[in-house]
């Protein structure tokens, strides 16, 4: 049985996501969701992190299709920078989680058992603290202190302008400090 958006543009069915309407959302992965499987195997090069960074790709855009503008870029251009983003995300992930010592790891030597205490417990605060944060403003700060990148490359990569991302840091950094002053 064919879709009931089958005859629609790709432009079009962003605005039938926005609605929520379920349908549009098969039709999207029936159009893209093999090309952003193969882009997500690229980057990750495991078919089951790939599967992970697609699934997360389409449920963020079904959260966001309302932000899409078709006059910025195209709706496989927009699905596929969604898809590539959670691929590297999760190579960053992976990445860290493989380098960041255990929990129970005997701690390194220079550094008391106190000490090392103590940053781990500012490190669960910290990320408690940026899992509160909206999403635009805890995504443009990991890029930035975590990823390493400017603003300006914050900007390219996000796709939005660069006075977008210095407001996001601006206020997601504020709050971030409000949380951290109030505590655990």
Known sequence: MPSPFAHLPDEALPAQLARGDENALAELYDRFGRVAYGLAVRVLRDPAFAQDAVQDAFLGAWRTAASFDPA???????????????????????????????????????????????????????????AQLPPDQREALELAYYGGLSQSELAERLGVPLGTVKSRMFVGLARLRELLAEGP
């Open 72 to 130: 910025r870029g195209t709706t496989s251009t927009w699905l596929m920078t969604l898809v590539h983003r959670r691929a590297v995300d999760l190579v960053r992930r992976e990445h860290r989680r493989k380098t960041e010592p255990l929990e129970g790891a005997p701690a390194a030597a220079g550094k008391t058992t106190e000490e090392e205490a103590a940053l781990r417990e500012e490190r669960r605060r910290v990320q408690a603290a940026l």
